[in-house]
């Protein structure tokens, strides 16, 4: 599947703090992209360079083919987005805030088509109450209506669920799923609720402190027939030599503190616990990871 | 363009604040015309006390529209400029603050064409505004009090424009505050641009103008260098539009003391306006934005 989004070496720097450091990465086209990593890792940074709003120190992004900055115009015109919050004018309607914002993508809405968007977002009967007198959960469907309203080929939502009760989050992932699945949108999410994440995104890459941990598809990540095994013992050394020797050379995937994350078939984990008991190293903890939340935390926790 | 222009305008005259400025000016001007209605023959009788005896003109003649308006402008158009300020302060900031810049800076329309509509839909409320106080000032003065020969107070003396001559003078001057208030705005909206809240490019403004203005009118001569570099002290030359070239005594019909002075005032406003958009441009072009 084509790249809808291509960034290389991506890098920013504000004074002596680094929030993104070399990041690459490939959006594939129809697909719902998970963007992860904990505050201040550089996912907020990363979209605000994706739509202009931040200069990168270095590297380059390329959408539908296209240098972001040399044919800007072009490629907005393509893209609908929410950043963090879904700030919109207050003293204004949902309808007005919707037309203005169809205006400024270059596109003329009409009443009809303002509704629709209005409706799909659950709106449809405050279409003509002032924002101000919307709750959070109202102002961040609304938020998604206008990043919507142009009919962009690329979304961008930055924490689409921040402020929603449970049934707006399922509302907003039942969103994210019929664009994407019936519509053919591609789109970029951010967010931090992990078990949202693995149940809407088809690719996933987690970020921490500017640079890329992992990237790859959710069910290769998420596999539950491929675990990540999370494993401490008395001697590290002695566990990696071991482990080096073994078939599942290939499969380590981390080792930055104690522990060591392998990447094994489930059946294979008694073994590995046999292996490393009959090479005399003492085994403190052999634990499957197979939830998002483990995985993600495992990677991120230093 | 043209569409987010309209846009830009259509946010401006939906918000209540816009309106803040209005009413101010509404208030004060009638606050005036009332006062000069109720008692405006002691005040012209001390405004004649230190000229020469050989200038006689009843009050009620004097206190006429145009002279009026010339007094309200007089005690007004120093005000007007933090009214302004109060909206060109807050064209970036405020959309900063309030967390929509993200949302307009994300769409297409480039930075400068974002930058360049919301400075002309600055202007046009500037200009919105000044029309407004040419009417209170003068369309209801003239209303107020009648119309006749308009006496201008100078430093040793008067001079006295003929009815005739007088209407086009104030459209002059008014075109002139046009371009003294846009200086302000320009000022007001390249500082909003640094910062995102809307409060310091208000405050800022308006601090600029105290000062400036206190050194144009301080009498030390060190600061005698300094005042033709101020805009403030430039602003104040729509009054000469009201200083006529006398021959015996006799003032002459569409004259201009010294116009080529007047239209240096005028350029040098119109420099300092450049000058701030062009720092905002500059500014606003490379601008993380982070809010």
Redesign the interface.
Known sequence: MAAIIHVKDLSKAFGEITAVSGLSFQVPEGQVYGFLGQNGAGKSTTIRMLLTLVTPSSGSIEIFGLDLFKHRKEILRQVGAIIERPDLYKYLTAYENLKLFATMSGVRATRQKILEQLTMVGLQDRADSKVKTFSQGMKQRLGIATALIHDPRLIILDEPTNGLDPQGIADVRNLILHLSREKGKTLVISSHLLSEMELIADSMLIIDKGKKVVEGLSKELLNPDTLHVELITGDKQRTLAVLKESEWKSNILDSKDESILVMMPAASVPMLNRLLVEKGVHVFSIRPKNSLEDYFLSLTRN | ML??L??EL??IF???RTYIAFIVITAIILLLQIALKADGKEYVGMMMSGMDDSFFAPPTEVLNGYTVCFIILNLLLIHVPILVALIAGDMISGEAN???L?????????RIELLLVKFLAATIYTLALLVWVALLALGVSILLFGTNQMVIPREFEFNIIDTGDVFWRYMAAFAFASVGLITVASLAFMLSTFVDNSIVPVVGTVCVIIIFTILTQIQIPFYDSVEPYLFTTHMLGWKGFFYVKGEEGITIDGSVENLPAVLKSGAVLLGYSLLFLGIAIWHFR?K???S
């Open positions: 569409q987010l309209r846009i259509y946010k939906k918000r209540p309030m967390g929509t993200r949302l307009l800076a994300s769409r297409p329309a480039s490379r993380n934005i982070l």
